[in-house]
């Protein structure tokens, strides 16, 4: 059986535009049962677009003549270039039903944001039917019968959590030939769409906090103080114990890094590393993975807590005390690839900084995307700092930011424990 499967940015790029378009680029949800106002709702993505049909395949007809009796046969190449845009599509009809799609229509940073994103959905198109009517008098309409097969995929679990089919139609749709408006592909594919959101396990799915349907939900809210139990910072710690207490944490299909800071398995990242999931998946040192809940998070800051077994792990102390400058410092992380987990990088303080009204310690410690999240330690082992941010290496050499623990824990409402 032919089948591919591509990502979604390269079909759309294969997929040229189509000769014809029909009504206003706008979602309808007649039909598609609103979700409850306030009902929790986990960010779907439309991440893979596939096809079963072959591109010289029949698959309709196109007829012309005053009367639309003259035939010709219509290929899936001929009708594929109106497959377009399809992530928006589906976006505007999420977004129509009361869903939660990944991202805003438009929003020129939908990939990157999606990477947190743990329910992703991939489309595959088994078979299609289609007529168009194109009279000599200009009026031109079409109608289309769209089945798409539906993998939702989980990246926490990594695997597919269900298998949906939907079909949607389309019929005696007055079509133009404006490219601003929905082709008819599109309107052929949001009725599917539709139909996907009236499914019952899929509305369970984007309802249950995570793809087990588990109950468990991590709180944001109230900001009531949480205990620390931990090392007071009695004995220093070398890099390479301390390396056991530093996870790499994977939401959707990006990671980052995080510190283990209490004996009951709290674990310090960035808000920015965990994004809208409320589980994740944290990988220690040795490999063990376990799933985090997020407990708290405070996005202004970008500091998140996240809680999982620790598994009888030693967690690392903290300090508020910012190392003087010129005090050398090491960072511990996941850069750039899962398989580069424990790295530990050495540089100094530079400075301290205010910037946008919060507090940053600057150092040249190497770090880069994936440490997001990882402590800075001083040379006890001490965690004095979180893996924030880099400035791009064409604009400067190694100037790199950290948040002071000490706002992590006020912004997070932690208390450590009694020196």
């Keep these: 059986m032919f089948m591919r499967w591509v990502e979604f940015a390269a079909a ?26 306030g009902q929790a709702v986990r960010p779907v993505a439309l991440t893979r677009l596939g096809s079963q049909v072959r591109d010289d395949q029949v698959i309709g007809r196109y007829l012309t003549g005053v009367v639309c009796v003259n035939a010709e046969r219509l290929l899936w190449k001929d009708v594929a270039g109106g497959f377009v845009n399809l992530k928006e599509v589906f976006g505007e009809e999420l977004k129509a039903a009361g869903f ?12 990157t944001k999606n990477a947190n994103t743990d329910l992703q959905v991939g489309a595959m198109v088994r078979s299609v039917d289609a007529t168009y009517c194109d009279t000599d008098l200009g009026a031109l309409t079409g109608s289309m019968t769209l089945t798409v097969q539906w993998q939702i995929y989980s990246t926490l679990r ?11 139609a389309v019929k005696n749709a007055k079509l133009a030939r404006k490219q601003q408006v929905r082709s008819l592909g599109q309107l052929a594919f949001a009725e599917t769409v539709k139909s996907l959101l009236s499914d019952a396990h899929f509305r369970q799915l984007v309802t249950s906090p995570d793809p087990g349907g588990s109950s468990v939900v991590g709180s944001m809210a109230p900001r009531t103080p949480i205990r620390l139990v931990g090392p007071r910072g009695g004995a220093p710690v070398n890099m390479a114990q301390a390396s056991g207490s530093v996870v790499a944490i994977f939401a959707g299909s990006g990671h980052g890094s995080g510190a283990l800071i209490s004996s009951e398995g709290y674990i310090l990242t960035n808000e920015h590393v965990v994004g809208t999931a409320t589980t994740v998946r944290v990988r220690w040192s040795d490999g063990l993975e376990t799933t985090g809940t997020v407990e708290r998070t405070d996005k202004r800051r970008d500091v998140a807590l996240v809680k999982t077994s620790p598994r009888g792990r030693e967690p690392l102390a903290v300090s508020r005390t910012v190392p003087s400058l010129g005090a050398p410092v090491f960072a511990i992380g996941t850069p750039l690839e899962p398989n580069l987990q424990n790295t530990v990088t050495r540089g100094v303080v530079s400075a301290t900084r205010i910037i946008d009204g919060f507090n940053f310690i600057q150092s040249d410690t190497p770090v880069t995307h994936g440490n997001s999240g990882g402590p800075l330690l001083d040379e006890k082992g001490v965690v004095v700092g979180i893996t924030h941010s880099i400035i791009d290496p064409t604009k400067g050499s190694a100037l790199n930011f950290f948040i002071p623990v000490g706002d992590a824990l006020d912004f997070l409402a932690l208390e450590t424990p009694a020196a």
């Design 12 to 37: 759309t790029a294969v997929l040229v535009a189509g000769p014809v378009s029909a009504q206003p680029l706008s979602p309808t949800s007649e039909g598609t049962p609103r979700l409850s106002a």
């Design 100 to 111: 939660r799609p990944d991202s805003e229509p438009g929003d020129l940073f939908a990939d």
């Design 158 to 168: 990594r695997e597919v959590v269900a298998t949906i089919e939907t079909t949607g």
